[in-house]
């Protein structure tokens, strides 16, 4: 079995910035992603940014230029700074680790982006 662990949410202003973390534990053999996604109240949960094995990286549009996600392979953690955060940044963000054929889930943080 494998865990993922997230921290570093919280409540900040417009124009601020947040840095998550999502350390995974357990079972972990190679890696082949790390992800995060977040689902706002009443919308489907979408992808914000991915780092492979390979190291390349893929962001949604609205966030490129403000999110930054890197992954640190020695402690099986994978980050998400979060820079000129926006309202609708506003969810609860998830981070998902694909390892052993199988995708794994994070319980969940929440962010929240005050005007």
């Known amino acids: 079995q494998v865990q993922l662990v997230e921290s570093g949410g919280g409540s900040v202003q417009a124009g601020g910035s947040l840095r998550l973390s999502c350390a995974a534990s357990g079972s972990i053999f190679s890696i082949q992603l790390m992800g995060w996604y977040r689902q706002a109240p009443g919308k489907q949960r979408e992808l914000v940014a991915a780092?492979?094995?390979?190291?390349?990286?893929n962001y949604v549009d609205s966030v490129k230029g403000r999110f930054t996600i890197s992954r640190d392979s020695a402690k099986n953690t994978v980050y998400l700074q979060m820079n000129s955060l926006k309202p609708e940044d506003t969810a609860v963000y998830y981070c998902n680790m694909g390892t052993g054929g199988r995708i794994y889930w994070g319980q969940g943080t929440q962010v929240t982006v005050s005007s």
């Open positions: 780092v492979l094995s390979s190291g390349s990286t």
